[in-house]
């Protein structure tokens, strides 16, 4: 089985999750009592969500690219990086490693095309939502993508800095979550990606009719059929 280098701490909640399932993964490719290989570099969330609030995206690229190239140092074979926002700094890590990042957009949407959908809702932070780093991907393999209204994206957003990456699960954000969700399948919406690492907490495929794509569980799986290849 080969290392898999997480770039953690963004935020511990997620963090907490890819370490299980990666765990999980291990015991159910490999064989009862294997766990995973893992070397875990986690960062300081609060100074990426000052930076990230500041726009200041340069300085996030060469942090996280000190982080993966720590990884690497460190032995890992391949790297992920435990938060989709954050997504927006992979060239820089790429760039600044010789061995693979595995995006989390992509695996997603390699996903959403064996089910053969075409109109996809995405629930993230605002950055996802908002800017084209994960749609670019998503259009890429041939998926169009529905966000939430200015209002609704504003909800998501809070819940996800204000709950979820403190580890808090209310039933308020869950109805409302639901709702928007809902709504985007009224308007043509086939599935929904829990494009947050932390959302997946907070909702599940019981939660909804349409196919639900839990990015962290869908990330951490194509992470561990690499490494046991």
């Not at 290989?37 to 969330?45: G, H, P, R």
């Not at 996809?120 to 950055?127: D, R, V």
């Not at 393999?141 to 994206?153: C, D, K, S, Y």
């Not at 907070?202 to 349409?210: P, R």
Request: aromatic content about 6%; glycine content about 6%; overall charge negative.
């Amino acid at each position: 089985m080969q290392t898999i280098g997480l770039i953690g701490g963004i935020t511990p909640q997620s963090t907490i999750l890819y370490y299980q399932i990666l765990n999980e993964l291990a015991e159910k490719y490999v064989g009862n009592s294997h766990t995973a290989k893992c070397i875990i570099n986690s960062v300081d969330f609060g100074q990426i969500h000052k930076l990230q609030a500041e726009g200041r995206w340069d300085l996030l690229d060469e942090l996280m690219a000190d982080a993966g190239k720590n990884l690497e140092n460190a032995g890992a074979n391949m790297i992920l990086i435990c938060a989709n926002t954050m997504h927006l700094t992979i060239e820089a890590v790429r760039n600044n490693v010789s061995i693979p990042v595995i995006h989390i957009a992509e695996a997603t949407a390699e996903k959403i095309s064996a089910q053969k959908l075409k109109t996809i809702a995405l629930l993230g932070t605002k950055y996802t939502m908002e800017l084209d780093f994960y749609k670019e991907v998503l259009t890429s393999f041939g998926i169009q993508t529905l966000i939430p209204n200015a209002e609704e994206r504003k909800e998501v957003h809070r819940v996800i800095y204000e709950e979820l990456s403190k580890g808090q699960l209310k039933e308020s954000s869950r109805e409302a979550y639901i709702k928007i969700i809902n709504r985007l399948q009224n308007e043509g919406a086939e599935g929904v990606i829990l494009g947050c690492t932390e959302i997946p907490l907070l909702i599940q495929q019981k939660d909804v009719l349409i196919p639900v794509f839990d990015t962290t569980t869908i990330h951490a799986t194509k992470a561990m059929e690499l490494a046991i290849q």
